[in-house]
């Protein structure tokens, strides 16, 4: 007799007391009936738990494909390719000009030091690494910055801190997705119904992070199509409209996707539009001192909101400027104009991560804390900053002048200098950026954009024939 192997054959078969019943009923005839017999009839219990396992519907049927991830999609299929010219400058990650991953010297020798020192795997607190969060904020937003000192009071005769007047509460996170999603959990527990305005357009995980934390956003104008800049009265008067209160989300330096970043002097009309309006300014700083190569240079628009005495809330990612992407190591900082407020917002992040994933990992905490606690790591990183920072700003010089070698109907290209950081914003649209992939082999976001980083000087000529290709032959 034939039988497929639905849940309703299952119950029949259940109801036979004996392998050999259910033998003689299963017959030979077809390959579910096979299946069947191999599930049932080979199983050494019968009871009814061990027979479900053979279900071969899952109950899982409901769940539907999701897509690939738009960034991290890419490099999985640039894996796929085996062209010999293929180039991946779709995920922001340095490689040397061989096209190789970068681990800095730095990083090995602190690595090293910990190895020396025998240091253990226990358990971090919640909120981390303590030299960790020390030098994270202070790297942020300078030494002396009077939010992150802390002040001693007086408590008998003998000298003793017994309260920090920190107005930061800092806590290690996730690196910068981790850190931006723990924020995202605090605005959607603590300010219920406020929303947060992100430009158009931002990195590919801002939304997700924020539909996943049910936080409600929407966008405000940044990227000017027609002169491939900032469009800085969009950007003002959406901030201006939107609902007082509201989290604005801006990026501290080298804007992703765009790499166009406010002046000096647009930064200061946006502290003032955002203190008119009681808004809180929530920065994503993923790449201090790699966009220009300096620390304070890059630090510098935190600084200007922090010193005008606002609240704020900063998350810093370790992947670019140290190249520690895969230890996951970053922290939120919430400016608070109180101590009293900023340990109590503290202790509620660490209520909140706790939940989520317990403690933190402590490699990369370990890392940063010894490269930036010790003088002589510290400088060699600086250096090792720049010359990453300086081999982008050369590809980037040698992409734009090929590109003018290349082109013949007079386009101007040279947006792609006025860009900083590890990206460039190409303008190219998705069927263009598609004939990048599919003819070129040049792996890149659909969104247009370029990590620069990817690209080595020997391979710019190419990444332009494709760039002039795309744009001129594909609508
Ligand atoms: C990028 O934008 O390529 C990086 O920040 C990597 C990532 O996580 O998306």
């Known amino acids: 007799m034939a039988m497929s192997a639905t849940p309703a054959t299952l119950n029949v078969l259940l109801s036979f007391p004996s392998p050999n019943q259910r033998r003689l009923h299963l017959g030979t005839s077809n390959q579910s009936s096979s299946f069947l017999r191999t599930h049932l009839v080979n199983t050494k219990s019968f009871s009814r738990t061990t027979m479900t396992v053979a279900v071969n519907a899952s109950r899982f049927e409901n769940i539907t494909m999701a897509p690939p991830d738009p960034i991290l999609g890419v490099s999985e299929a640039f894996k796929a390719d085996t062209h010999e010219m293929k180039l991946n400058l779709g995920v922001g990650a340095y490689r040397t000009e061989d096209l190789q991953p970068y681990v800095l010297n ?32 202070e790297l942020l937003f300078g ?8 002040k001693k009071k007086r408590k008998s005769v003998i000298d003793v ?35 947060v305005l992100i430009s158009s357009p931002t990195w590919g995980n801002h939304k997700n992070i924020f539909n996943d934390a049910r936080v409600q956003w929407s966008e ?32 501290g330096c080298a804007h992703n996707p765009t790499g166009i970043d406010p002046t000096p002097e647009q930064w200061e009309i946006i ?53 520690l992407y895969a ?9 608070c104009s109180t101590a009293d407020a900023a340990t109590r917002v503290k202790s509620q992040l660490k209520r909140l991560a706790r939940p989520m994933y317990s403690n933190p990992p402590v490699h990369g905490a370990r890392i940063v804390a010894n490269v930036v606690g010790n003088p002589e790591l510290f ?23 090929s590109l003018c070698t290349k082109e013949k109907t007079g386009k101007d290209w040279s947006f792609i200098l006025k860009q900083i950081g590890m990206f460039s914003f190409t303008g190219l649209n998705k069927a263009q950026s598609d004939n990048m992939t599919n003819k070129w082999h040049v792996y890149m976001t659909k969104d247009g954009r370029i990590s620069l980083a990817g690209l080595s000087s020997a391979k710019c000529e190419y990444l332009a024939d494709a760039i002039i290709d795309s744009y001129h032959n594909v609508s």
Not at 168 to 182: D, P
Not at 225 to 246: E, H, Q, Y
Request: overall charge neutral; hydrophobic content about 45%.
């Open 161 to 195: 801190c017994v309260f920090c007047s920190l107005k930061v509460a800092t806590i290690q996170g996730l690196s910068g997705t981790g850190s931006l999603r723990l924020a995202a959990a605090l605005i959607e527990r603590y300010f219920p119904g406020a929303k």
């Open 379 to 401: 400088s060699e990183w600086k250096d090792e900053m720049e010359m990453m920072a300086g081999r982008i700003k050369s590809v980037r010089q040698k992409l734009y002048s």
């Open 143 to 150: 030494t002396d910055n009077q939010i992150i000192l802390q």
């Open 271 to 323: 502290a003032d539009v955002i203190q008119e309006k009681n808004h809180i300014p929530f920065f994503d700083v993923a790449y201090q001192g790699f966009a220009s190569g300096s620390l304070d240079t890059d630090a510098s628009s935190v600084r200007l909101f922090a010193a005008r005495g606002m609240e704020l809330l900063v998350a810093q990612s370790y992947s670019k400027n140290l190249g």
């Open 220 to 251: 405000y104008r940044y990227y000017d199509p027609n002169t491939v800049g900032l469009d800085f009265n969009g950007m003002i008067a959406d901030i201006k409209a939107a609902p007082d209160g509201s989290f604005i989300l801006l990026h």
């Open 106 to 137: 730095v990083v090995k020798k602190a690595e090293n030091l910990m190895l020396e020192r025998g240091d253990n795997k226990e358990y971090l607190p919640i909120e981390g690494l303590a030299a960790f969060n020390k030098v994270t904020a």
């Open 327 to 335: 230890e996951r190591i970053g922290a939120i900082n919430v400016v």
